[in-house]
């Protein structure tokens, strides 16, 4: 599977000619492909507090989508959502997530861009930081600190914060 993900990102790096603005804009498209779906709306109004706390008692995230199903099943308040279609909408986005990040993080790494952090659609893009599978965050916290500079204080502070499990310390 990383094998099947690096080949998708090095694909799409070495043949996208386009200017920076388009790049981080298509990422960021990426980061709410499914995660913004009308149909996963309720889903995705709980989904994020049930997953953090899922992570904190070491949960796998397969076993975390069944638990805040279950969760969501069992509420009191009404909605209409589609329980299948949900798991699979969680699943495919948890996977364009690993795909945004590695993409991301390549466009930073390669960027020839002078004064890119004032640039709104690279700001905006640094939301699929927040989006960082488990699998990548000490990757992603090493090269967040690594390219700090490049990464406006607000913005950085947000990825952080994301990236230590919404935890100050």
């Known amino acids: 599977m990383k094998i099947f993900?690096?080949?998708?990102?090095?694909?799409?790096?070495?043949?996208?000619?386009?200017g920076p603005c388009k790049v981080y804009e298509e990422i960021t498209i990426m980061d709410g492909k499914y995660r913004n779906l009308p149909e996963s709306n309720v889903f995705n109004t709980v989904l994020d507090s049930?997953?953090?706390?899922?992570?904190?008692?070491?949960?796998?995230?397969?076993?975390?989508?069944?638990?805040?199903?279950?969760?969501?099943?069992?509420?009191?308040?009404?909605?209409?959502?589609?329980?299948q279609r949900g798991i699979i909408l969680m699943k495919k986005q948890i996977g364009l997530?690993?795909?945004?990040?590695?993409?991301?993080?390549?466009h930073i790494a390669s960027n020839k861009f002078p004064n890119i952090d004032t640039l709104e659609c690279f700001q905006k893009s640094l939301i699929v930081f927040?989006?960082?599978?488990?699998?990548?965050?000490?990757?992603?916290?090493?090269?967040?600190?690594?390219?700090?500079?490049?990464?406006?204080?607000?913005?950085?502070?947000?990825?952080i914060w994301h990236l230590r499990g919404r935890n100050t310390k």
Do not use: W
């Not at 997530?97 to 390549?106: A, E, P, R």
């Not at 916290?141 to 913005?155: G, M």
């Open 50 to 83: 049930l997953y953090r706390a899922s992570t904190a008692n070491n949960k796998k995230q397969g076993d975390f989508i069944e638990a805040a199903m279950d969760s969501l099943a069992s509420s009191s308040f009404e909605y209409n959502f589609d329980e």
């Open 5 to 18: 993900v690096l080949f998708t990102v090095l694909f799409y790096c070495c043949t996208s000619d386009n």
């Open 130 to 159: 927040v989006h960082t599978p488990q699998s990548l965050i000490d990757d992603v916290s090493i090269f967040v600190e690594k390219h700090k500079a490049l990464i406006p204080k607000n913005n950085y502070q947000h990825i």
């Open 97 to 106: 997530d690993s795909i945004n990040v590695l993409m991301l993080m390549h």
